[in-house]
């Protein structure tokens, strides 16, 4: 796999009442595809999920020193995401 798009995606806007759920429904839209996601931490960084749970995430994290790891991710700690196109 090569690595993700170029451009960085701009994040999206709260929704009004502040609330996020990030919760495996709404992350599986994004199962094989390049997703962008902000930690709650404030990190930032391009995934490419394939695995889903009921609380995590697994799959593969782009570092451009190092190009794709495989690591898991808590959804409580995802702040926001969008696959891209």
């Known amino acids: 796999m090569g ?3 170029s451009r960085t995606p701009q994040k999206p806007a709260q929704t009004r009442s502040g609330a996020r759920i990030i919760d495996a429904g709404s992350i599986r839209q994004c199962m094989g595809r390049f997703t962008y996601i902000w930690m ?10 394939v695995q ?7 799959g593969f994290r ?4 190092f190009g794709w790891s495989f690591t898991g991710i808590s959804l409580n700690r995802i702040d926001m ?5």
């Open 40 to 49: 709650s931490n404030g990190q930032e960084f391009w995934f490419f999920p």
């Open 62 to 65: 782009w570092d451009r020193r």
């Open 52 to 58: 889903i749970w009921r609380n995590s995430v697994s």
């Open 3 to 5: 690595p993700p798009p």
């Open 81 to 85: 995401f969008t696959c891209s196109v």
